[in-house]
């Protein structure tokens, strides 16, 4: 792809992740994706095939880059726990820094079709894949409890994500990024991972908002904060 193709490629994925957060992916038009990119309508079809084509693509491509970051970051971490950390700030500081991105990651692909969900599968699994190289070689060191790695993939992955999507629906805005050392720490208990000593009350830690936590984790909260 020529350097004026690549920059109308990139342009058409950055209009297409403001339109589908501003007005959703299904009642997003083509056109307007193609006004916010400041090209014309029928230069999306050069590109794409539709609108479907445009959210795998945008999926398959920043979560692409995505993986690639995190994997550069995780050549320098030599122990268990700060792999683990630099998977939780990298996912959490990618959603922080891209809300736009981060309302059609967690929202309009739950809402797309099978189709869909079935084509952006590959980049998905590749991410799972990074998660369990990290989970197996804490075993391997003896880091981890020697637990089952889909299992431990399946809790780390989903509690970020779940972390993510409660984030963009709070109605009281909060730094994601902040609740990492929070999260880690779930997961060093769940996983077996030798705890660092926490502040105590009174001394850095915040009683009320573990309060809160524990009230409805206990409470089985559904609701959002």
Same mark, same amino acid.
């Given at each position: ?192 991972? $030798? ?9 850095? $830690? ?12 206990? $409470? ?6």
């Amino acid at each position: 792809m020529t350097a004026q193709r690549e920059d109308k490629f990139r342009r058409i994925l950055d209009a297409a992740v403001e339109a589908f957060a501003e007005v959703g992916y299904h009642q997003c038009q083509v056109s307007k994706i193609a006004r916010l990119a400041g090209v014309a309508d029928g230069t999306i079809y050069l590109y794409f095939k539709n609108k479907e084509d445009i959210l795998i693509r945008l999926f398959q491509e920043r979560m692409g880059d995505f993986i690639r970051d995190i994997r550069n970051l995780l050549q320098g971490r030599e122990t268990t726990r700060a792999r683990l950390m630099t998977i939780i700030e990298t996912h959490f500081r990618n959603m922080e820094e891209n809300l736009s991105l981060a309302k059609v990651t967690q929202l309009e692909l739950r809402q797309s079709d099978l189709k869909i969900r079935t084509a952006i599968n590959a980049p998905l699994k590749e991410y799972f894949r990074l998660i369990e190289e990290v989970i197996r070689s804490g075993i391997e060191r003896g880091e981890l409890a020697p637990v089952d790695v889909r299992i431990a993939r399946q809790l780390i992955f989903g509690a970020l994500d779940e972390a993510t999507t409660d984030w963009i629906m709070a109605r009281t805005k909060r730094s994601l990024l902040s609740e990492s050392e929070e999260m880690l720490y779930l997961f060093e208990g769940a996983l077996g991972l $030798a705890r660092e000593p926490r502040p105590r009350a009174g001394r850095g $830690a915040n009683p009320q908002r573990t309060a809160d936590v524990s009230g409805k984790m206990n $409470a089985g909260e559904g609701a959002r904060a």
